[in-house]
């Protein structure tokens, strides 16, 4: 008889992977809000549950910061699978306070004007209808909302916790999975456009499907090379200094074809989520037809988890490949910034020129990536939470200038804006002004730590790329600023519409956020630099 042997069951640190599992355990009890409250009930209920998930999740990252996790007490947690170190807890912690803000984004409305006696939000009463159909207009009739919209951004926040975590292969995967299928839904679900915002969710789902089988196969393939999915396994393989494999696994390993093209495409798939050229196509058009709450959040919240899980591949797994890497990341930096430069200024909307605005960024960012130096790691951060207010507080603006139609996008309708609405006017051109890198701005801040920790790495031709291109970039800067305050007013132009709570406390904490890592950034950039090391050596004793 065989002998029987006790089950093995995995370690789980609950406590170190709270912040995820409170965000998720949200999203799960939203799921039920749906199902089971009345319908009369579900906004409120929504978003108080929404709120109190997120704050509750970004109070577990600081507790876990205070009690040393992010530091001297890192560990990988979950079997293997989650890295709970700086890096990790300093995104996690951007990232609720950003769902956390687009929450309310989501939540308003006042915007459009009202339907039947009753309020409007910026997404479609009845998602499955025919736009435009009868199901539809009894749907607007009745009052419905599409307070499902909630517990889907929180299973997309859940998901972007996750990713620049991952220290698996298959987490990796998992989370990009979590994350992005709730994005292609909410993508779709603009209440004015319909056609438009469905057409955007479609070349968001097939262009991501794309690269997601792109990712994948090129996990297959590192795992052909390396014999293993975790991080610390593959980089101790590349290293030359493989663990102890089935015997039968290790004759089969080793081979460098599998490390050079399964590492290409797991990068092609992580610069597709950044939106680095040549992967950057799906950009414009999403940006614009997507809702535009759903636009700020995604446009801040993606790039901050995908550029988290790119510095943890190339810093953990691949460093021994860093001479093949680098020149490929030079390539793709340089065309970020400057075919997002140049071609933002044939934009005459404002929400693509935006998107190709976010092109250029990811271009700035990777010159930190570059540096490979704990430097280049804490200006990356640095950046990544400066510009995620920036974006949502520029896209919450973008919602409050309407005309009949709903938003007006079109350049040409922003023309005497300052006149009709000079603070508003005035707000949105200092977001300009920190995404044109002008100082006292967390623009100028992030730039100035990304392009001197790229020049310290020697990498100096990469800063005066970036330079030049952020001298074209500041050109469609002002030119929007000049615009708005030296034009006049178009007559039957749009106007401003007067917002709730919600939507000026978006818009406030966003400008706060950015005068403030602008005017001292030195305490942001110290926290961004204790935060910039990534637990390895608890890696390598994981499983």
């Not at 393989?237 to 493989?242: K, L, Y």
């Amino acid at each position: 008889m065989l002998a029987q042997t006790e089950p093995v069951f995995p370690e789980i640190q609950w406590v170190a992977l709270s912040p995820t599992l409170i965000v998720l355990g949200a999203a799960t009890l939203g799921i039920l809000v749906e199902a089971f409250v009345p319908r009369r009930a579900r906004y409120l209920t929504q978003m108080v549950l929404s709120v109190l998930g997120l704050a509750a999740a970004f109070s577990a990252v600081i507790g876990l910061a205070v009690s040393d996790y992010g530091t001297s007490e890192a560990l990988v947690a979950g079997a293997g699978a989650i890295a709970v170190d700086g890096p990790a807890l300093f995104l996690q912690g951007v990232l609720a306070l950003v769902a956390l803000v687009s929450v309310f984004l989501f939540a308003e409305r006042r915007l459009d004007p009202a339907e039947h006696g009753r309020p409007v939000d910026s997404f479609a009463a009845q998602p499955a209808a025919l736009p435009g159909g009868p199901a539809e207009q009894q749907a607007v009739k009745a009052g419905w909302m599409t307070t499902d919209v909630f517990p889907l951004l929180l299973f997309a926040t859940g998901g972007m916790m996750i990713f620049p975590a991952a220290n698996d292969l298959l987490v990796l995967f998992i989370a990009l999975e979590v994350f992005s299928l709730p994005l292609y839904m909410l993508c779709a679900l603009a209440r004015r456009r319909r056609l438009l915002s469905q057409e955007a969710a479609v070349k968001y789902f097939l262009l991501g499907a794309f690269a997601s089988a792109f990712l994948l196969f090129g996990i297959a393939l590192l795992y052909g090379y390396a014999g293993s999915l975790t991080y610390a396994r593959i980089a101790a393989v590349i290293a030359g200094t493989p663990p102890e494999l089935d015997p039968a696994l290790t004759a089969t390993m080793g081979n460098d074809a599998l490390l050079l093209i399964g590492g290409a495409m797991v990068l092609m798939g992580l610069l597709f989520k950044v939106g680095a050229v040549p992967f950057h196509m799906w950009t414009p058009d999403v940006y614009q037809g997507a809702p535009t709450p759903v636009t700020g959040f995604m446009a801040a919240a993606t790039k901050v988890a995908a550029f988290g899980a790119l510095l943890r591949l190339l810093y953990v797994v691949l460093p021994g490949m860093r001479w093949d890497w680098e020149p490929v990341l030079w390539g793709v930096a340089i065309l970020s910034m400057v075919a997002g430069a140049v071609i933002a200024i044939t934009q005459t909307d404002v929400k693509r020129l935006l998107a190709y605005s976010s092109i250029a960024h990811s271009g700035f960012i990777l010159a930190g990536v570059i540096a490979v130096s704990p430097d280049g790691i804490s200006s990356a951060l640095f950046y990544l939470a400066a510009y995620s207010f920036v974006t949502l507080g520029a896209f919450a603006v973008v919602t409050l200038v309407r005309d009949p139609q709903g938003e007006a996008t079109h350049l040409s309708k922003w023309a005497g804006l300052g006149r009709r609405s000079p603070i508003l006017a005035g707000t949105f051109a200092l977001f300009l002004l920190a995404f044109a890198g002008i100082p006292l701005t967390s623009g100028f801040a992030g730039k100035f730590a990304v392009f001197r920790a790229a020049a310290d790495a020697g990498a100096m031709g990469l800063v005066v790329v970036g330079v030049a291109a952020s001298a074209i970039a500041a050109f469609f800067y002002v030119r929007v600023i000049v615009l708005m305050f030296f034009s006049e007013p178009q007559t039957g132009g749009p106007s401003v519409v007067i917002p709730s709570p919600l939507t000026v406390s978006v818009v406030g904490l966003a400008a706060v956020v950015t005068l403030v890592l602008g005017i001292a950034p030195q305490y942001f950039l110290d926290l961004a630099g204790q935060a910039g090391v990534f637990v390895q050596e608890a890696a390598a004793t994981s499983r």
